[in-house]
């Protein structure tokens, strides 16, 4: 690779700062794009990086882009490295994103907080949020993960995926529809009635 | 017949399971901007970032910044603009154990 000699010599102050600027910018819809796509949290954190990596290289030719089209360029990235990621974990296994079960943040959440006990059986309800979430189809879950990891509007998110705001807010009110779907799904399998009203005593808020 | 449950209030519990969702799958805190090339430059930051930007291809010997670039990028630890900060006591992922 080559760097224009200032790059090579660290960079100039305004470069430092634009890259800086972008990446606060960016960095958590990317790493919601990239935990839609893979499934993992250090995975994702990693390719982040190696977005902005990307973007130093060519940091003359993002600066030169409007404002909202530098954006678009770095989720091009993002896709890209997220198809190579497939490729190199199909050497050792399937293609299709990892849809692990609890991950090691989730399961961690009451310790996070440092809610033992009052809290587990809501740290129940997010691992199996996160299930559903890892369940839905692709456009679905990337909405899902741009628009809540990545705290984007319908229109951010549509820059980045290159779809039009009105179709991620679609893919959104899908995703949210299958989700209360497969937490209801879940809680009769508890012991609720699948029509969502109580068929037990654990029926909070439920049937009138 | 028993009547469905209001769906403002599903979609209340739905937003609140989303909002624990996004704080445990977030991370604590983003890795520090590191500059390519540079390996464990921004202590903790710096050996996650050499687990895994700056290892591939960047040498460091080439491609120097001064301790005052880390410094501004250890800024963007503090940046409170999303809500992360980085703790005082935050323990070591395993990339960090890994590199050190």
């Known amino acids: 690779m080559s760097l224009p ?40 954190l990693d390719l982040v990086q190696e977005v902005f990596e990307r973007a130093w290289r060519h940091l003359d030719r993002v600066r030169a882009l409007p404002a909202d089209r530098r954006r678009a360029w770095l989720f091009a990235c993002a896709r890209r490295l997220a198809v190579d990621r497939y490729r190199h974990r199909a050497a050792v296994r399937r293609a299709e994103p990892d849809i692990q079960t609890a991950s090691a943040a989730l399961a961690a959440l009451g310790q996070r907080d440092g809610i033992p006990g009052a809290r587990a059986e809501r740290a129940e309800d997010v691992r199996r949020l996160d299930a559903a979430v890892r369940a839905l189809p692709a456009p679905e879950r990337d ?18 995926l290159g779809l039009p705001p009105g179709t991620v807010r679609y893919h959104l009110l899908r995703a949210r ?28 808020g439920r049937g009138a | ?32 901007l590191a500059s ?20 591939r291809g960047w040498d460091p010997l080439t ?10 990028m250890d800024a963007v630890w503090s940046d409170a603009g999303l809500g ?9 992922g395993p990339s960090d154990r890994a590199a050190v």
């Open chain 1, 5 to 44: 000699p200032r790059e090579a010599a660290g960079g100039s102050a305004p470069s430092r700062a634009f890259l800086e600027d972008l990446y606060r910018a960016e960095r958590r819809g990317l790493f919601g794009f990239f935990w839609a796509r893979l499934g993992d949290r250090e995975e994702a």
């Open chain 1, 177 to 204: 529809r299958r989700l209360r779907e497969a937490l209801a799904g879940d809680a009769a399998g508890k012991g609720v009635a699948g029509d969502g009203t109580a068929a037990g005593p654990r029926g909070p």
């Open chain 2, 36 to 55: 390519p090339g540079v390996r464990g430059g921004a202590g903790a930051a710096g050996a996650k970032t050499a687990q895994g930007w700056t290892g």
């Open chain 1, 143 to 160: 909405a899902l993960a741009l628009m809540v990891l990545g705290g984007m509007n319908s229109r951010q998110a549509g820059s980045a």
């Open chain 2, 63 to 72: 491609q120097p910044l001064g301790p005052a670039f880390w410094a501004a």
């Open chain 2, 1 to 32: 017949m028993v009547r469905r449950p209001v769906r403002a209030a599903r979609d209340a519990g739905l937003d609140g399971l989303l909002r624990d969702w996004a704080r445990a799958v977030l991370p604590e805190a983003f890795p520090a």
């Open chain 2, 84 to 92: 992360f900060a980085r703790p005082a006591s935050r323990p070591a």
